[in-house]
């Protein structure tokens, strides 16, 4: 709930929020009411706090949001780059070469 009543208070009438991050990082009941209140224009939410969400959610009767569910990144692109990205990392690694992109630091290792 980093996003609430208050950040919503102070978003332009004309505000969209997008969120493609994690459910739980905006209040959906605060959401609801500033979207159902018009005091912001829209949102695009590709996450939810509870997935699938209830087939009564409020979110879901609204004219002004767009779901999705939850696949905002498995685009053809995103998944190719995930497959073969993961498969070089692991013949980097066999082949005695630092990985890209560690988890952690080596120096933490």
């Known amino acids: 709930h980093l996003i609430g009543e208050r950040q919503f208070s ?11 991050a994690r ?14 209140e018009r005091r912001i224009a ?9 997935e ?7 979110l879901l009767g609204l004219d002004n949001v767009i779901l999705s569910p939850h696949i905002g990144g498995s685009t053809r692109e995103a ?7 993961a498969a070089e990392e692991v013949v980097r690694v066999l082949e ?11 120096s933490v290792l």
């Open 96 to 106: 005695g070469k630092a990985p890209r992109n560690p988890v952690f630091p080596l």
């Open 42 to 50: 829209g949102a695009a939410i590709d996450v939810m706090e509870t």
């Open 79 to 85: 998944q190719k780059r995930g497959e073969w990205g």
């Open 10 to 20: 102070l978003m332009k009438k004309s505000a969209c929020l997008v969120n493609l």
């Open 52 to 58: 699938p969400p209830r087939r009564d959610h409020p």
């Open 23 to 36: 459910g739980g990082v905006v209040d959906e009941d605060a959401l609801y009411r500033a979207l159902s």
